[in-house]
T-cell receptor, first 110, second 115 residues
Framework: QKEVEQNSGPLSVPEGAIASLNCTYSDRVSQSFFWYRQYSGKSPELIMSIYSNGDKEDGRFTAQLNKASQYVSLLIRDSQPSDSATYLCAVNRGYSTLTFGKGTMLLVSP | DAGVIQSPRHEVTEMGQEVTLRCKPISGHDYLFWYRQTMMRGLELLIYFNNNVPIDDSGMPEDRFSAKMPNASFSTLKIQPSEPRDSAVYFC?????????????FGEGSRLTVL
């Protein structure tokens, strides 16, 4: 079983809609969770982090965490064409390194 | 401030040749990571350093890969001999005391093609 799993997509949404990106992880001792955005041909950049169960909002982005279900999600409200990118879920088990999922490609059409 | 700087940006080489990728981390950052990204395997950690000391190299695929960090401002990843399956984008990333927040600062990457 892969440590961090994401649907590869592409997830296609119209401009202005809500995009919902999902991620599951296998290691129950995971403590912190992150969403990175990677534009085509570019490097990943951190956009959200979440450490406790529930929701965390930052502008148009909301991260949701459910440790019992080992599930993390990212909601993007009022999606814009500039949000079109690959979104990588990353998990930290509380020491050293991040483990990344393969990412979900999001396409926002005008 | 300058970000993480990697070179070369693109490298095309033939099987069996030696490849050296270079990285300059952000000044003051004491963690440095080498990742490899492919469509099939995603973003994989190869090795990371803390204060110039290699901490975990369990992700290095085999003995053909080696990494060094002779000082706080420079690191290399070497592949010798290179093989077609090494073709990938290699990212260097650094982080400071904020590492526990999960924020890694990535360079632009070095795209390696081995023919």
């Amino acid at each position: 079983q892969k440590e961090v799993e994401q649907n590869s997509g592409p997830l296609s949404v119209p401009e202005g809609a809500i995009a919902s990106l999902n991620c599951t992880y296998s290691d129950r001792v995971s403590q912190s969770f992150f969403w990175y955005r990677q534009y085509s041909g570019k490097s990943p950049e951190l956009i959200m982090s979440i450490y406790s169960n529930g929701d965390k909002e930052d502008g148009r982005f909301t991260a949701q965490l459910n440790k019992a279900s080992q599930y993390v999600s990212l909601l993007i409200r009022d999606s814009q064409p500039s949000d079109s990118a690959t979104y990588l879920c990353a998990v930290n088990r509380g020491y050293s390194t991040l483990t990344f999922g393969k990412g979900t490609m999001l396409l926002v059409s005008p | 401030d300058a970000g993480v700087i990697q070179s070369p940006r693109h490298e095309v080489t033939e099987m069996g040749q030696e490849v050296t990728l270079r990285c300059k981390p952000i000044s003051g950052h004491d963690y440095l990571f080498w990742y490899r990204q492919t469509m099939m395997r995603g973003l994989e950690l190869l090795i990371y350093f803390n204060n110039n000391v290699p901490i975990d190299d369990s992700g290095m695929p085999e003995d053909r890969f080696s990494a060094k960090m002779p000082n706080a401002s420079f690191s290399t990843l070497k592949i010798q001999p290179s093989e077609p399956r090494d073709s990938a984008v290699y990212f260097c990333a650094s982080s400071g005391q904020g590492y526990t927040t999960g924020e890694l600062f990535f360079g632009e990457g070095s795209r390696l093609t081995v023919l």
